[in-house]
């Protein structure tokens, strides 16, 4: 046994039956052969957060091919093919002091595992063995001088692992990713691989559906087929860009194949089903949430008129209606760039969809502040180029502006464009009215981020709400937060906005400065580049400016 390994482990036999506080000594880095173990941080007593670990080792010893871990898209595949074989290790040996965090059916950036010019690095939670407060020191040296760094060589020593296997994930992810592309170049909006599996095991599972799924099949119309530089060919379902409404009865698999889409913004695992359910990155799920905060939203293309008066160009409120937050919800997804929305029926506010003609009859245009979606999702596409994927199984009152009319049958797509149209007599439905002209841009005040109650970094409570201070964000309706290390991402972006914002950055320049520096420095730059920055995924923009406008405590310089 190399030196500083039985050096620790005799430290740690020695503080056997000690009070908890003696661990504190044991702070440090150690090299055990190959592995280097940093005990960055060691938690006080054995009911507070865990200690915090590093594993490491060099390239030269984990002796990794460098063509799969150099570029920056195969450096996220890679460290998240790691990640995967360092968690099942854990589980299959129960090492439960050990926390590496737990993967998902996406690929995410993230700095659990993480790949740089210099080697393989593994950010882990230790919780440290006591009975009661006294230290297990035993335990622990098997914990530290062991287990770590078993886990260190498991992981990271290329002769270690399943070369095909690892190869084969950093492949599916470019060829995702080059997809992903392909569908910018094109002017499509998505693609479903046939043969996908949409339907998930449960509403609490994410994992694809055993038996009876019925795999996906594109209606030949919109069949399309993509050869990748890999030479992988793939054929499937493209959505274009512009209007495309799915119809179908209840539980004929809408809501299934818009769920789909929305997670198609994502790179999925091999075995999940949905590996080619791909959807343009900026893809926003846009729904009712009443009872939402709305700090200084222009939704006027909407919502006029109000019988208060009060001015919808900038508008507040502290409890939202469900029109009005659908509104605010779709006004705010455009305003950080996003080129296609979602939308379900199931979650939507049926007064912000549509009005039928008898009730445009009975109620006179001037007193109805509302106007629905309907009137607005052709300049929505043709004035800003923001398309729509929209189910809608309860109203024709769609078919008139749809680009494609998709209709389900027992979860079988086909497309029924020319027959919706002819139901409805097609008419140009091209609105020309200037309602989408350019909002102000809005700009939070210096103070906004940095409220004097504020004594706490910001922290994320699981997966649907952020803690800011001692206000509470509810994230609970923002469907493509799929990770709950995406929302300690965004507690952390938070953290890092309220630096930018000094009461001239606008919310989408801030935003902007965030994306570039994560580009450039990755995950581990929105936490100060800190030694151990505990377990955090990459949230998209989207996300993180969900979190910044649902904040009550907002505010706008004037
Ligand atoms: P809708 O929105 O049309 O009412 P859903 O998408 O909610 O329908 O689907 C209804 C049910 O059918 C769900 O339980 C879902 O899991 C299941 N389902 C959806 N798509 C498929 C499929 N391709 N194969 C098998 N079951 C499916
Ligand atoms: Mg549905």
Redesign the pocket.
């Known amino acids: 046994m190399n030196s500083q390994r039985s050096n620790l482990a005799s430290t740690l036999h020695s503080l056997d039956g000690r009070s908890y506080g003696n661990y504190k000594q044991i702070r440090g880095r150690y090299e055990f052969g190959p592995v280097t173990v940093f005990i960055d941080r060691v938690q006080v007593d054995p009911f507070a957060s865990p200690s915090k670990v590093r594993i490491r080792i060099n390239r030269a010893e984990a002796g990794f091919p460098t063509d799969i871990t150099t570029d920056r898209a195969d450096r996220i595949a890679a460290s998240d093919f790691l990640f995967r074989v360092g968690d099942s290790f854990l589980h299959r040996n129960d090492r439960r002091s050990i926390i590496l965090g737990r993967p998902g059916q996406e690929v995410l950036e993230r700095t659990n595992v993480v790949i740089d010019d210099e080697g393989f690095e593994a950010r882990l939670l230790v919780n440290l063995p006591a009975r009661g407060r006294r230290i297990l020191g035993h335990q622990a040296a098997d914990i530290l001088t062991r287990d770590l760094p078993e886990l260190a060589e498991t992981m990271f020593v290329h002769a270690n692992l399943r070369a095909d296997d690892l190869y084969d994930h950093v492949q599916l992810y470019r060829d995702q990713l080059e997809l992903q592309n392909h569908l910018g170049e094109e002017g499509l909006l998505a693609f479903i691989g046939n043969g996908a599996?949409?339907?998930?095991r449960s509403g609490d599972s994410d994992l694809p559906?055993e038996s009876?799924?019925?795999?996906?099949t594109s209606p030949s119309s919109l069949e399309h087929t993509v050869t990748l530089s890999s030479g992988r060919s793939l054929t499937g379902m493209a959505i274009p860009r512009g209007v495309t409404v799915i119809v179908?009865?209840?539980?004929?698999?809408?809501?299934?194949?818009?769920?789909a889409l929305e997670r198609g913004v994502y790179p999925h695992v091999a075995g999940d089903g949905r590996e080619w359910v791909i959807t343009e990155p900026s893809a926003t799920s846009i729904r009712a949430e009443d009872g939402r905060a709305v700090t200084g939203d222009d939704i006027s293309p909407f919502i006029n008129n109000l019988p208060s008066g009060t001015d919808t160009r900038s508008f507040t409120t502290t409890n939202a209606s469900g029109s009005t937050s659908q509104a605010a919800n779709l006004v705010e997804a455009v305003e950080v760039g996003a080129r296609s929305l979602l939308i379900?029926e199931?979650t939507s506010a049926t007064n912000f969809m549509i009005r039928d003609d008898r009730m445009r009859a009975l109620i006179p245009a001037d007193r109805e502040p509302i106007t629905p979606f309907v009137d607005r999702i052709r300049p929505l596409f043709t004035r800003r180029g923001v398309s729509t994927v929209l189910?809608a199984?309860g109203s024709s009152a769609f078919f008139e502006v749809a680009d494609h009319v998709i209709a389900?049958d027992a979860?079988?797509p086909q497309e029924v464009t020319e027959k919706a149209h002819e139901l409805v007599g097609v008419k140009s439905a091209d609105d020309t009215g200037e309602v989408f002209t350019t909002p102000q841009p809005r700009v939070p005040t210096a103070k906004a981020l940095h409220p004097s109650s504020k004594t706490k970094s910001a922290k994320a409570k699981g997966l649907g709400q952020v803690q800011f201070g001692k206000a509470f964000i509810d994230l609970s309706a923002v469907s493509q937060l799929v990770d709950p290390q995406q929302t300690t991402g965004i507690a952390e972006a938070l953290e890092y906005m309220a630096e930018i914002f000094e009461g001239q950055t606008s919310l989408t320049e801030a935003l902007a400065e965030v994306e570039d520096m994560l580009d450039a420095q990755g995950v581990d730059g929105l936490t100060g580049n800190r030694d151990h920055p505990g377990h955090v995924a990459r949230p998209r923009a989207q996300e993180i400016a969900a979190a910044l406008n649902r904040f009550r405590g907002l505010h706008l310089v004037e």
């Open positions: 599996i949409l339907p998930r559906m009876n799924a019925v795999a996906f179908g009865g209840g539980y004929h698999g809408k809501s299934t194949i818009l769920r379900d199931d189910v199984g389900l979860y079988v």
